[in-house]
């Protein structure tokens, strides 16, 4: 059984910055595939925004590509997420994401507010 718990939404301003945390616990890293979605608007589908990779290159939605950054601390089981030079259309729900082999555990998302 996995958990994760998002925190770090917020409200700011088009062109400000968040970052987003994502506790997981047991083993997630190690056997699961972390990343981030995010879920704009009811009607519309959740969007993979990024996945973190432990070997290669880290993967990102092409709208936040050179915005976002994803990152993975083992030492703490911690996911993060940066984004700089939001825009309004960056606001949604964030979900953190642990892609197992039995399955998809999800958090609870967090609200990401950008007012123009």
């Known amino acids: 059984q996995v958990q994760v718990v998002e925190s770090g939404g917020g409200s700011v301003q088009a062109g400000g910055s968040l970052k987003l945390s994502c506790i997981a616990s047991?083993?997630?890293?190690?056997?699961?595939?972390m990343g981030w979605y995010r879920h704009e608007a009811p009607g519309k589908e959740r969007e993979l925004v990024s996945t973190f990779a432990n070997v290669g290159p880290s993967t990102y939605a092409d709208s936040v590509k050179g915005r976002f950054t994803i990152a993975q601390d083992n030492a703490t089981n911690t996911l993060y997420l940066q984004m700089n030079n939001l825009g309004t259309d960056d606001a949604g729900v964030y979900y953190c994401?642990?892609?197992?082999?039995?399955?998809?555990?999800w958090g609870q998302g967090t609200q990401v507010t950008v007012s123009s």
């Open positions: 994401a642990a892609r197992c082999g039995e399955g998809t555990y």
């Open positions: 047991g083993p997630a890293f190690s056997r699961c595939t």
